[in-house]
């Protein structure tokens, strides 16, 4: 990228992240507002191996500093070296780019942090708070917990994205954006309680705004009395 990366870029490095350079093949506009890219991928996957819910932090040119976001990988094929990337398109620096990458651009990765452990013993009910952001994860989380029925709260509407929700199986409730996520906050609280008691085994992932995501996880953990070991909680961007 021709740039530093900050602080952020030097604690990564000192907790032993791995750099890569991936490349742009192509790319299609899903709906108005989500666009796939398709990368090579720069040695990563052989590097790192793949696992379910899989992400990557790329690096942005914001006004000449740098500005890192996380991805799920999408398709990733490790034999050849290939994977998409989907983006929520909105205002800033990580949307201009994919709205204008083409093939052959270049951009720095960093990868660390990004284990995924299976729930044991193996969930009973999945509950899942997203959005179009974390849309790429919930379709990799619902095609590895098998069977297990799912409820899903989807910060926006769906309108055409890429959803893997099975509605024999997955239940998705849209949660229009407002005050920040305070009334996606509002409706997990009020509506997640009875039926996570109600089951034997659940599973609660929780990948939203980095507020929303931290208000909710507290709630869960604190309120609701899951153990760490069955919620998953992860701020995929920060409100601004």
């Not at 590895?144 to 709260?153: D, E, M, N, R």
Request: proline share 7%.
């Amino acid at each position: 990228m021709g740039q530093g990366r900050g602080w952020e870029g030097a604690v990564l490095k000192l907790l032993r992240a791995k750099d890569f350079e991936f490349t742009v093949t192509g790319g299609e506009d899903v709906t108005a507002g989500y666009r796939r890219v398709r990368f090579t991928d720069g040695g990563m996957l052989a590097a790192t191996g793949v696992h379910p819910t899989m992400w990557v932090r790329l690096w942005f040119d914001n006004a000449g500093r740098p500005h890192q976001r996380a991805y799920t990988l999408v398709d990733p094929d490790p034999a050849a070296g290939t994977f998409s990337l989907e983006f929520a398109l909105h205002e800033g620096c990580a949307s201009d780019w994919a709205r204008t990458a083409r093939p052959g651009d270049t951009i720095g990765a960093t990868v660390r942090g990004t284990g995924f452990e299976e729930p044991d013993p193996a969930p009973s009910h999945v509950f899942v708070v997203g959005d179009a952001a974390s849309l790429p994860a919930i379709n990799s989380l619902l095609g590895t917990v098998g069977s297990a029925p799912a409820t899903i709260w989807f910060e926006g509407a769906l309108d055409g994205l890429p959803c893997g929700a099975d509605p024999a199986r997955h239940e998705v409730r849209e949660v229009p954006r407002r005050e920040a996520g305070a009334a996606l906050v509002e409706r997990v609280r009020g509506e997640l309680p009875e039926p996570l008691r109600a089951v034997s085994d659940p599973y609660v992932w929780i990948a939203c705004d980095t507020a929303t995501t931290r208000e909710l996880a507290a709630f869960v953990r604190k309120e609701l009395g899951v153990p760490r070991q069955r919620l998953h909680a992860l701020g995929y961007w920060r409100a601004s």
